[in-house]
């Protein structure tokens, strides 16, 4: 497939700011992203994982005793989190240093509101930290970013309802919301539907152990997206000493008892490694991610597979995990087109598609339909600066259809980031193999992945030999 661009100058479009809660606008620099040259040879350290950070978090707040945490993330949604809740009482401090900062000692106090929680656009924070909230003494407000307020909370707003707590929010089904929490959760039994999320389900079931009854809770939606991450949820709390288990189909019940606390260590961002690992596809060469888990519940883990299907050869050196892309794209080699189901693994998309986008055969990308509730509405984003580069990208109602067009950069028209860290890295992915392609915002990848553009560069820096003329 010929893929055609040109340098272009930095710019951006009028309205495309950076827009914060009170709408006022900030124009970050466009990022150049650079162009594959060279096969790669790269070995790339990631973070620890924005999920099993947040989770851990939340569950070292509530748990009996004190609690370590050995290499969390550090970025802006766990930051976030950190702040939510040392806002309600509890201790969070830096101990000893790491690679990517230090490590966490969580010591849990009593709960208290009449606090304001700043989600920013932490998915996680807006879905985890209501039920907490809902075991404090007195009101905490939640709100976020301009972005934030369309994101669907209705699913928690309710929830919380039916387990008597009173949430105001004045009709909106949204932030802000206020929760007014009385100190105790009576729990109990609860039906609801996360078609929109599982972060539904994994908010309740984190806190359900200091519920008065427990929580048994079902699922009552015809579909639910990202499944291993409510696995995640129950391995986490399990691993501190709760039942906590799946009790029928779509329902799981957790059992009232204390939280342990102790030691934990967070597993490097599989999901973060997916514009790393892409990149060998189109540079050619190898790129492996260091200490990759041997067994994990992060959906990232689905990159083995889901690379494989573009030709790429996946194996474990070690401890690290390395793909290999051969001459890759942009020495000769074709990637073929794909039919992928995503329901599981949503937040791979975009680098899949990114790679789709590239491919010499049409593809399919299905099970992604509530990625429409994200950051951004990140169907219509892909299909969106795709599309302005000449791709050929259709909308469906759960996915994406890609059928192969040459991409060329706009001098008129960066790349949009939508305020969403993977339009940012989906955009870098096709970067490398569209000259002149820029970013508009790549500051948005912070959010997970404050390192990302060093890495980038670190990544492509460690090229070993030319491409062929």
């Known amino acids: 497939m010929g893929i055609l661009g ?36 790269a070995r790339v350290s990631l973070p620890g994982s924005k999920s099993l950070t947040n989770r851990e978090l939340v569950l070292s707040a509530l748990a009996a005793e004190p609690t370590v945490l050995r290499a969390p993330l550090h970025s802006r949604d766990s930051r976030l989190m950190i702040e939510a809740l040392r806002s309600l009482g509890v201790s969070i401090e830096p101990v000893g240093a790491g690679e990517y900062g230090p490590d966490l000692l969580v010591t849990p106090g009593e709960l208290a509101g009449g ?12 879905r985890f930290g209501p039920p907490v909230a809902a075991l404090a003494l007195g009101p905490v407000t939640f709100d976020g970013d301009a972005a934030a307020r369309r994101r669907p909370m209705r699913t928690t707003i309710e929830s919380l309802r039916g387990l008597g707590v009173d949430v105001n929010d004045d009709g909106r089904y949204a932030l802000p919301f206020t929760v007014h929490g009385s100190g105790r959760v009576p729990g109990g039994e609860l039906e609801i539907d996360a078609s929109a999320s599982s972060q539904f389900v994994s908010g309740l079931l984190l806190a359900a152990a200091r519920f008065e009854q427990g929580l048994t809770l079902r699922h009552t939606g015809e579909r639910l997206p990202s499944l291993p991450h409510i696995e995640m949820t129950l391995a986490a709390l399990r691993s501190r000493g709760v039942d906590a288990r799946t009790s029928g189909e779509a329902e799981w019940t957790v059992s009232p008892g204390p939280i342990s606390g102790g030691e934990v260590t ?13 990149a060998a596809l189109i540079a050619g060469g190898s790129v492996r991610i ?28 070690g401890r690290d995990l390395v793909v290999d892309g051969g001459p890759g794209l942009l020495g000769g080699r074709e990637l073929p087109g794909v039919d992928l189901d995503l329901s599981t693994g949503g937040e791979l998309a975009p680098a899949i598609v990114a790679l789709a986008a590239l491919a010499s055969g049409p593809s399919r990308i299905t099970g992604i339909g509530h990625l429409r509730g994200h950051e951004t509405d990140r169907l219509a984003a892909l299909a969106a600066e795709l599309n302005a580069l000449g791709g050929r990208v259709t909308e469906e109602e759960d996915g994406l259809s890609i059928e192969p067009a040459p991409l060329t950069a706009r001098p008129d028209r960066p790349w949009q980031s939508y305020e969403d860290h993977r339009m940012a890295t989906a955009g870098a ?32 820096s460690a090229a070993p030999e030319a491409l062929p003329a």
């Open 6 to 41: 040109y340098s272009s100058p930095r710019f951006r479009l009028p309205g495309d700011d950076h827009e914060t809660r009170d709408g006022a606008a900030t124009g970050p620099p466009v990022w150049p992203a650079p162009v594959a040259t060279r096969p790669l040879s």
């Open 115 to 126: 606090v304001a929680v700043d989600c920013g656009l932490a998915g996680t924070l807006m």
């Open 266 to 278: 967070i597993e490097p961002d599989l999901s973060n490694a997916a514009p790393f690992l892409a």
């Open 290 to 317: 260091a200490d990759w888990p041997e067994s994990t519940t992060q959906v990232g883990d689905d990159l083995r597979t889901l690379l494989a299907g573009f030709g790429a050869t996946v194996e474990r050196d």
């Open 429 to 460: 992915v096709i970067g490398l193999a569209v000259p002149g392609l820029e970013i508009d915002d790549i500051g948005t990848t912070a959010k997970t992945l404050p390192q990302f553009p060093e890495l980038w560069a670190s990544m492509l």
